[in-house]
């Protein structure tokens, strides 16, 4: 799929991931909307690429539904989606006080899982009403952002964990039942990259997850993610999978 002229949506596209995947979007001609909740960020984002910043939490039915026809109002149905949205959180389960309130694994599955599935679910929607693209046949396609952590399972974000890994076992199914509209489905887990995400974290932490990359031995550059989403848009057979891109961390 050609990405020139389509329309696209990223969510968390104000930082990270998602701010690079749409700079990457717009670069390659696509008509990109910023969904995001910090919408300063946003702005300024979709001022730079000639985009379109629009507030939404993802886990809202009513902000999800509200964004999308903002969106498409703006620029017609997307063809494209990326969920970038996402917290980071980490909490030990049993911690010195006592057990975590269940309240933080509610946040972050709500965030990681449910805000991907209100989004993909309202995408593939507007992508079903699409006419095939003639070089295809296909309609659209979905990429999800799920997270080494989700195979791995490093402990002290067992929530976290939880929600990737569910974000990856989605692809496969969600991509079989939405095959029938030509729509294809694909998730990417990354390993450790320079984002705010990152930023929260204590510098033994970087320095030991540093150490156990194999090649290359530094943190990923979000511009990285974004070139292998534009490679799975443009690249008809990529479908029904995960892709980790990692240097070939495998985290314990």
């Known amino acids: 799929m050609q990405i020139d002229g389509l329309a696209a949506i990223v969510t968390g596209g104000s930082s990270g991931l998602g701010a690079a995947t749409a700079r990457r979007l717009a670069g390659a001609g696509a008509k990109v909307a910023v969904l995001d909740v ?19 939490d993802v886990s809202s039915e009513e902000n999800g539904e509200a964004a999308m026809k903002a969106a498409r109002q703006a620029h017609g149905p997307a063809r494209i ?7 980071s959180e980490s909490r030990l389960m049993l911690g010195k006080d006592g057990p975590a309130p269940l309240a933080h694994h509610s946040r972050i599955v709500n965030v990681h899982l449910i805000g991907t599935y209100n989004i993909c679910r309202l995408a593939a ?8 693209l003639p070089e ?4 659209g396609v979905l990429i999800n952002t799920a997270s080494i952590a989700g195979y791995d399972g490093p402990p002290g974000a067992i929530s976290y964990n939880a929600a990737k890994a569910a974000v990856a076992a989605m692809c496969l199914p969600m991509s079989r039942e939405l095959s029938r509209h030509a729509i294809r489905v694909m998730a990417i887990a990354p390993g450790m990259f320079e984002t705010p995400m990152a930023q929260g974290l204590s510098q033994k932490y970087l320095d030991e997850m540093t150490a156990a990359i ?25 479908n ?13």
């Open 38 to 56: 910090n919408m300063d960020q946003a702005r300024e984002v979709a001022g730079e690429i000639g985009g379109l910043a629009i507030e939404c």
């Open 81 to 87: 989606s990326v969920c970038c949205a996402g917290v």
């Open 125 to 132: 929607a507007d992508m079903a009403e699409c006419d095939p």
């Open 136 to 139: 295809t046949g296909e309609r």
């Open 214 to 238: 194999p090649f290359p031995k530094r943190f990923g550059d979000p511009a990285e993610y974004a070139a292998l989403v534009e490679t799975i848009v443009t690249s008809p057979m990529l």
């Open 240 to 252: 029904g999978e995960t892709i980790r891109i990692d240097g070939g961390l495998r985290m314990r």
